[in-house]
């Protein structure tokens, strides 16, 4: 079974319906999911060893563990309709029409093609830019929230794309609040606050207060993923200060946990980086954060270098774009101009595929970065105060 080649889905729900492994209880197949290494964003090998040993790469493996749990919500729900339609028919409900990733792909005619191209397109975006460690951060370790959104799918929930993105929001929330409760914030720390602050999803979308993302948070899987994403965030300089356990206690109390599971889940991540931390090219940086600022600059910069002549073109058919883009060189845009601003290039992205990374979970992290770098990028109109070299 080879997920870099056509009819790999069909190979692997035929070897899995061999095996027992639907019938694990949900929450041990989480932990090994966790310790499988998805949950992290880091795939180092397949969830419950399904697949028999071979060397695959981490892309594939994350295709083989995304796949695998969604088949496992689908066999825990006795669905009857066909897993892959059924798969399909949940992304195109969460997909915003007007800048869905997989409008492409939607012609296709074999539902396994389909799927096949959808995964692959989920996980991974044109490698000659992407970095691994963005790839971990802002792509892989949210997959999950794919998986949470299937499950409400699966139960016939309706508003599903409406639990996705406050699903996105409150977690955010969140994270944000582990970063600030650091007791010492270094200068990416206060990056890294100032991007997640910046963020926003969709058009109009507002971050819910702590409260209103802990309310939302309410089935177990849910609070299991947020607690380790949480001790990720906290663990980004790889200890977790006084300041942070106390903000892991408050959480702790405020989703209903026991002690144990907030042992547990310090420790699984201690655990996990210990282990892999010579296959994970993040874990040798000295501060996450700052590895995440840093290849979050360069990713940005290539996107602007790489797509400078369309982004004139779309630009200067654009008078608010232009003016916003001239007032943030010499000034901070207000909360409504950045809004303005972020409307403005989510429209300018809709026309430009390679600039589609922002509209997947996570990639709204980036437009600050963007903002900030297009001006000195691009020609020197964009910049009244711009001394050339």
Known sequence: ?????????KKLLDEVSKTTYAETETTLFYDRLKHAGFIYGSNIKVVLDIVKPFDFTEEERCKINLLLTFYFLYKKAGIKDDFVDSLITYYKSISDQKRS???????DKTPDSLLEK????R???????????????LINALLFVDILGYQKFLKGEKHVKTYVTELESAIETIIFSVIDHKSKKTEYDQNLIKLFEGSLRYKNASLPSYNDAIAFISNPLERLYLIDLACMASWTDKVIDTEEQRFLDQLKQDLSLTDAIIERSIMDINNFYDEHKDEVAFLSSRNLAQSFYDNSSKIVTKLITRNSKRLI???SESKEAMLLLTQSTQRNLTEEEQKKMQNQLLDIFKSIPSLAIFMLPGGMLL???FVKFIPKLLPSAFDDNRIED
Request: proline content about 5%; overall charge negative; aromatic content about 18%.
């Open 1 to 9: 079974m080879n997920p870099s080649a056509n009819g790999w889905i």
């Open 101 to 107: 990733i997989f409008d492409e792909l939607f012609g």
């Open 118 to 121: 959808m995964i692959h397109k």
């Open 123 to 137: 996980i991974h975006i044109d490698d000659h830019f992407i970095s691994k460690n963005f790839n971990y951060f």
């Open 313 to 315: 073109k779309e630009l």
């Open 367 to 369: 437009l600050p970065l």
